[in-house]
């Protein structure tokens, strides 16, 4: 046995500090994902306007200063994933991000993958404008020169004579979830273990990995190379850690915060606080002269209606927030039920479906072919609900926020299949299955088992009004993003096989003109039985 979990609760009565303990507090935040107004568990931006509104800026901005000003030596940390997730991002891009962090007291920040989504031309900017140092220890960025000197491995701070060592990481799945150029990412877990010895030898006796590498890579690290290294400050993976009942009703992935002890008794503490601005992080963490620690006390915060929107950053969101409004509130359609996008991991999905099927549209409209069409995307292409009722131009865009172009090209049925057993190698969790790429199709029929060893079970492609099973050597065209067209997240049979390719329409402007094409929505009848799961 080299390391196990534990579950290390303490309290600290009256604030007394014992036996000359020092004692540091934490306030960390995660995937903000451009949470500029009120958002909620189930839509990026909340409209109904009652209690199911939380989070958002304003909110996110009041309770950090709460705690700041009640502590005020507090490390302030963001764990990255600032860009993307809304029509906020859609439209202002890193401009109104970069305004806005920089109003908080960012002691470090970690790089997010979706910070490199619209390539290092997107990103550069934001750094070159951002206060406070942005750490990534297993960054390369030696091709990309324009992003030297705006980051470091990782910076020391100082509160009351200690030092305190923070590493920044970043997940190595940027290369293919994102559009680095040519950014190489390294196995974060030796270069973590090389600049914790580093900090150590130097005489810093806490350290901090600020990591968006997700809960499971931070595990691991905390577990085979947690030997100097006290706290992990996480994002990425959205895991909301919490003691007790999830406030919102979502999925508890563990206690806030996972201890990892070692054998020799030292003690490696995860924290991270889900994602979007619902929750806060919140800890104090105590230890000795050694820099051990030796307790915490930890209250995350759930950042509902009961704590208020600073007035202030609501005035200055004002004009931002009137030019957005009047360009996403038209309705463009409605929907008899709720699409949500929750199950689109583990089942076929009717918002995945909608997509897919205006993506076919797209093509039978702009590239009529002689050849059998099929459409394809995975589940991390749609990234939010639809709700009931009227469907504004809004609602499209957070679904569908990375402004990716719709394109056709042919490609052999072989490569088809291919794709389609990459579509179940990656997961989320295996019992049951619920994994990033899982198919989102329209002109298909794919049964999929999803038990170890995974595997596509039949493939089967619709002409005219039968499915027939899909030959290997056939020509058939496939729409899809280009996104995907470019061998990103893995598809690069795609990118190698793919011949006679079209540029279509936006993905959001395909789907908005579909919707309006065929509305009312009714979302029973999108569920056809085109993904069959076998768990």
Same mark, same amino acid.
């Given at each position: 046995m080299y390391l196990f979990y534990v579950l290390f609760f303490c309290f600290v009565s009256g604030g007394v500090i014992k036996n000359d303990l020092f004692p540091l507090h934490i306030v960390h935040y995660n995937d903000f994902h451009a949470r500029f107004e009120e958002t909620s568990v189930n839509y990026p931006v909340c409209k109904v306007n009652d209690t199911s509104c939380l989070g958002g800026f304003p909110r996110l901005y009041q309770e950090i200063k709460t705690l700041l000003k009640q502590y005020p030596d507090a490390l302030l940390l963001n764990a990255g994933d600032v860009y993307q997730g809304t029509y906020w991002y859609t439209f202002f891009k890193w401009n109104v991000t970069v305004e806005f962090i920089n109003m908080l007291p960012n002691d470090a920040h970690a790089i997010g993958?979706?910070?490199?989504?619209?390539?290092?031309?997107g990103l550069v900017p934001y750094l070159q404008r951002l206060k406070g140092p942005v750490l990534?220890?297993?960054l390369d960025t030696s091709l990309e020169p324009s992003l030297s000197g705006l980051y470091k491995p990782h910076v020391v701070v100082e509160r009351h004579g200690r030092k305190i060592g923070i590493i920044g990481l970043i997940t190595t799945s940027t290369k293919t979830s994102s559009n680095p150029g040519e950014v190489i990412f390294l196995d974060p877990i030796p270069i973590v273990q090389r600049e914790a010895q580093l900090l150590t030898d130097q005489g810093v006796d806490i350290i901090i990995v600020l990591s968006h590498c997700g809960l499971d890579v931070d595990i691991q690290i905390a577990k085979t190379v947690g030997e100097n290294i006290d706290v992990i400050v996480g994002g990425h993976t959205h895991s909301l850690l919490w003691n007790g009942t999830s406030p919102s009703n979502e999925t508890i992935s563990g206690p806030y915060p996972i201890t990892v002890e070692q054998e020799n008794g030292h003690k490696v503490l995860i924290v991270t606080a889900s994602a979007f601005t619902k929750y806060l992080g919140n800890i104090t963490v105590y230890f000795d002269a050694s820099g051990n620690v030796q307790m915490f006390d930890a209250t995350p915060i759930f950042l509902n209606r009961s704590i208020p929107e600073d007035p202030e950053i609501k005035n200055l969101l004002q004009p931002y927030s009137q030019y957005i409004h009047n360009m996403i509130e038209e309705?463009?359609?409605?929907?008899?039920?709720?699409?949500?996008?929750?199950?689109?991991a583990s089942q076929e999905c009717a918002i995945g479906n909608l997509v897919a099927d205006a993506f076919l549209e797209e093509s039978r409209l702009k590239k009529p072919s002689n050849l059998t069409t099929v459409a394809l995307l995975v589940r991390n292409n749609v990234r939010a609900s639809l709700p009931k009722g009227d469907i504004i131009r809004g609602a499209v865009i957070n679904i569908l926020p990375f402004t990716n172009n719709v394109v056709s090209f042919e490609i052999r049925g072989k490569y088809i299949l291919e794709a389609l057993k990459h579509c179940i190698e990656p997961y989320w969790n295996i019992h049951p299955y619920a994994g990033p790429l899982l198919p989102q199709v329209s002109g298909l029929r794919v049964a999929l088992n999803t038990t170890?060893?995974?595997?596509? +079970?039949? %493939? !089967?492609?619709?002409?005219g009004d039968q499915y027939k099973p899909l030959q290997m050597e056939q020509m058939y065209q496939v729409v899809t993003l280009d996104f995907l067209r470019r061998g990103r997240s893995g598809f690069k049979m795609f990118k190698d096989h793919g011949k006679n390719s079209?540029?279509?329409?936006?993905?959001? +402007?395909? %789907? !908005?003109?579909?919707?309006k094409a065929i509305t009312p929505i009714t979302p029973s009848d999108l569920i056809q039985n085109r993904l069959i799961i076998m768990n």
């Open positions: 993958n979706h910070e490199f989504d619209d390539s290092i031309v990534a220890a297993n309705v463009i359609g409605e929907s008899n039920d709720y699409l949500p996008d929750e199950g689109c170890e060893p995974r595997q596509v +079970v039949s %493939v !089967e492609v619709k002409e079209m540029t279509h329409r936006k993905d959001a +402007v395909v %789907v !908005e003109n579909y919707i």
